[in-house]
């Protein structure tokens, strides 16, 4: 009996045991205000298809695209984070070759620009299938779900770090976590107050109703402080390191896959003190007049130990209503914590999961 044929008995025989699950992933677990709990099995009496709930059979997930089960047929709308840009380019090929019936679209909202928050809220308004999001669900959008009559689950499928883009010209050894604060709340203006030429900042930043990167900044460097009032808003992260290598004094922050490998930008080391500063690049940094032929590298093991200070996790948000969306949600997020879609999240700049 092949290996294929040997997972297929094994599904039957667990399916047969555990009777009709609907719907959890053997991804793993839901969060709400940082509590861990596993995934909950319910029957879903409309649910178009039973699918196998493998996060408590002790069974290694699929290494292959191909190999996952419960992936449906069909088109379906997915949005969100902008931070996701590179993983969407670096699996959606690969999961329409193993899956061509399983057909995604990107969606951008009409009225908004692109980010997580708009994506859950599109999620919540039907206009996605699943979302992504580069921030936590907050207690707010777990209430809109159940006001509207199901629930939302968090997937975690990545972790990212956000670099500090400078100047490539700026001389600044690094910056701490304090001093970043203190710089995006206004209360250092020039850069020659933590060590650097005598130079006004230039904060700069997405816009501030825009998206999972911008919440997740504002609520753990600022610590829930507003932005200074002399803030630059930029549409996206191409403005903001175009922005930034054009001015003397910019600084900007987004996820280190943007950041990191740009010739025209210089990322900041950064620490809890001035004695533990962590580049978010590997090894010595690379200068603009070696790039392109050589490019910076993310310091994988700096971020996914946590070593290096500022990381968060990526998540597939998915609708819990027992229809074709959850399914498909269910199916994406399982298709990215295969070895093979960890591989390809990896190749687009993220850090592993599992």
Do not use: H
Not at 45 to 66: D, G, H, R
Not at 163 to 181: D, E, F, H, M, R
Not at 198 to 205: A, F, K, R, S
């Amino acid at each position: 009996m092949n290996l294929k044929n040997q997972k297929v008995k094994l599904l039957v025989l667990l399916t047969t045991a555990l009777g009709a699950i609907g719907g959890a992933s053997w991804s793993g677990l839901q969060l709400l205000g940082g509590t861990k709990e596993p995934v909950t099995s319910e029957v879903k009496q409309n649910s178009p298809t039973v699918a196998i709930n493998l996060s408590n059979a002790n069974i290694e997930p699929p290494k292959a695209l191909a190999d996952v089960p419960g992936v449906p047929n069909g088109l379906f709308s997915n949005g969100g984070s902008t931070t996701w840009a590179a993983i969407r380019a670096a699996v959606n090929q690969p999961i329409a070759t193993a899956w061509p019936n399983f057909q995604l679209r990107y969606t951008e909202p009409t009225t908004n620009l692109p980010g997580s928050r708009i994506g859950v809220e599109m999620l919540l308004n039907d206009q996605l299938s699943f979302a992504q999001s580069s921030q936590a669900l907050t207690v707010e959008e777990f209430q809109g779900a159940v006001n509207r009559g199901f629930k939302l689950k968090q997937v975690p499928v990545a972790i990212d770090g956000l670099a500090i883009a400078v100047n490539p010209q700026l001389n600044v050894k690094g910056l701490t976590l304090s001093q970043l604060k203190d710089i995006y709340t206004g209360k250092i203006t020039n850069w020659k107050e933590v060590g650097g030429p005598n130079l006004t900042i230039v904060p700069y930043t997405r816009s501030l109703e825009t998206g999972g990167t911008l919440d997740f900044f504002q609520e753990n460097v600022l610590q829930g402080e507003k932005f200074t009032e002399k803030i630059k808003i930029v549409r996206d992260t191409t403005q903001g390191l175009r922005s930034v290598s054009g001015a003397p004094g910019g600084i900007y922050y987004a996820s280190a896959s943007m950041v990191v490998p740009q010739c025209t930008v210089k990322a900041l080391p950064i620490g809890r003190t001035l004695t533990s500063l962590v580049p978010p690049y590997q090894g010595s940094f690379v200068p603009e007049s070696e790039c392109p032929a050589k490019r910076n590298q993310i310091n994988r093991e700096a971020i996914k130990s946590g070593q290096y200070p500022i990381t968060r996790r990526l998540f597939v948000i998915i609708k819990e209503n027992g229809q074709i969306d959850e399914q498909a949600g269910n199916a994406y997020a399982n298709l990215l914590l295969t070895e093979q879609g960890q591989n390809l999240i990896e190749q687009a700049g993220f850090i592993k999961i599992r």
